[in-house]
């Protein structure tokens, strides 16, 4: 089991930066592929990127291709999000998710995983 917690959001001008971080607990973390998800008011919880268990295979949502970044670190127990020219549309709530599944981190977009953060909330306004 695990147990995670995120940090790092905010109010951010749009064309900002943040970095979303998520701090996992156990000592099993390396065995998790590990996500972010994220649901803005009125909508459902949206898929946003996923990181393999040992960093080699990311995958992302189009609508963040090149501006989000997903990382790892795996000594630290500690996944992050860096979130490059924000847009208004990126306002939401942002979950961290863990799942111990064999494959590609692709697949996580298609799982619930069973293990999730309590949110931390990233608001993109001028």
């Known amino acids: 089991q695990v147990q995670l917690v995120e940090s790092g959001g905010g109010l951010v001008q749009p064309g900002g930066s943040l970095k979303l971080s998520c701090a996992a607990s156990g000592r099993t973390f390396s065995s998790y592929t590990m996500g972010w998800f994220r649901q803005a008011p009125g909508k459902e919880r949206e898929f946003v990127a996923a990181i393999s268990r040992s960093g080699d295979s990311t995958y992302y949502v189009d609508s963040v291709k090149g501006r989000f970044a997903i990382s790892r670190d795996n000594a630290k127990n500690t996944v992050y999000l860096e979130m490059n020219t924000l847009k208004p549309e990126d306002t939401a709530v942002y979950y961290c998710?863990?799942?111990?599944?064999?494959?590609?981190?692709?697949?996580?977009?298609?799982?619930?995983?069973?293990?999730w953060g309590q949110g931390t909330q990233v608001t993109v306004s001028s």
């Open positions: 998710a863990a799942d111990a599944f064999l494959g590609p981190a692709q697949r996580m977009s298609v799982r619930n995983p069973p293990y």
